[in-house]
C-alpha cells in the first residue's frame, strides 16, 4: 500500500527556513516522480518542485534559489528544505508521489510564515 506521510511543517517568521520531510512507503522512490505541491487559503494547488528522474530537479518560479527538493534513497524520504520563506509561502503543503501514471498524495503539513 502506497504511503505518504509529511512533517516539518510549522510556524516561522519571513526570512526564516524550513526542512519539510516525506516518508515514503509501498513503492520506492526511484520508482516514481517525486513532488511537492502547495495549497494557500483562498487559491488553487501548485506544484513547486518536483524530481522527474535523472538526478534532475526542477522548481517553479517563486521559490527557485530558496527551496531545494531532496531525497533519501536509504530513507526512502523526499525533503523540501525551504529558505528565505516569506509571508506569500503560507500554505499547506502536499508530497506527491506519480507512480505507473497514479498520483498518490500525502495528508499534508501546514506552513505559517508570519511576524
Known amino acids: 500500500q502506497v504511503q505518504l506521510v509529511e512533517s516539518g511543517g510549522g510556524w516561522v517568521q519571513p526570512g526564516g527556513s524550513l526542512r519539510l520531510s516525506c516518508a515514503a512507503s509501498?513503492?520506492?522512490?526511484?520508482?516514481?516522480?517525486i513532488s511537492w505541491y502547495r495549497q494557500a487559503p483562498g487559491k488553487e494547488r501548485e506544484r513547486v518542485a518536483f524530481?522527474?528522474?535523472?538526478?534532475?530537479?526542477n522548481y517553479a518560479d517563486s521559490v527557485k534559489g530558496r527551496f531545494t527538493i531532496s531525497k533519501d534513497i536509504a530513507r526512502n524520504t523526499v525533503y523540501l528544505q525551504m529558505n528565505a520563506l516569506r509571508v506569500d509561502d503560507t500554505a499547506v503543503y502536499y508530497c506527491?508521489?506519480?507512480?505507473?501514471?497514479?498520483?498518490?498524495w500525502g495528508q499534508g503539513t501546514e506552513v505559517t510564515v508570519s511576524s
Open positions: 506527491n508521489a506519480l507512480l505507473s501514471d497514479r498520483h498518490f
Open positions: 524530481m522527474p528522474g535523472g538526478g534532475f530537479t
Open positions: 509501498g513503492f520506492t522512490l526511484s520508482a516514481a516522480v
